[in-house]
């Protein structure tokens, strides 16, 4: 009788230790989610300066040719930047950003 104590005891710490992991998992994402929305608010802040203003509305599929980010960098710094129109993968368009920062 003594051991079915232990094994009760056991399983309800791992039960519970269950619901801590749910409850950590689910404040990530909570915290995940949070984060793209109020970034995606601040880059549609500075966008709506650009000529024409711009706006989005998915973060991650919205900046992914590069073009919106660019747009936001010469709204931050001020300065036009050079758009190489190469056939290139999307991508060269964020080491086009890289580049920059690392220019100035």
Do not use: Y
């Not at 039960?15 to 990530?28: A, E, K, P, T």
């Not at 109020?38 to 590069?66: A, V």
């Amino acid at each position: 009788m003594a051991g079915h104590g232990w094994e009760d005891w056991f399983e309800r710490e791992e039960f519970i230790g269950q619901i801590s992991d749910i409850r950590v998992q689910n404040l990530q994402v909570e915290r995940e989610v949070v984060q793209k929305r109020t970034f995606t608010r601040w880059m549609n802040l500075h966008l709506e300066k650009c000529d024409p203003p711009i706006e989005i509305h998915d973060l991650f599929q919205d900046i992914q040719d590069g073009r919106i980010l660019m747009a936001l960098l010469e709204e931050l710094s001020g300065c036009k930047l050079l758009m190489l129109l190469m056939e290139t993968p999307p991508l060269s368009w964020d080491s086009s950003g890289t580049l920059f920062f690392s220019s100035r």
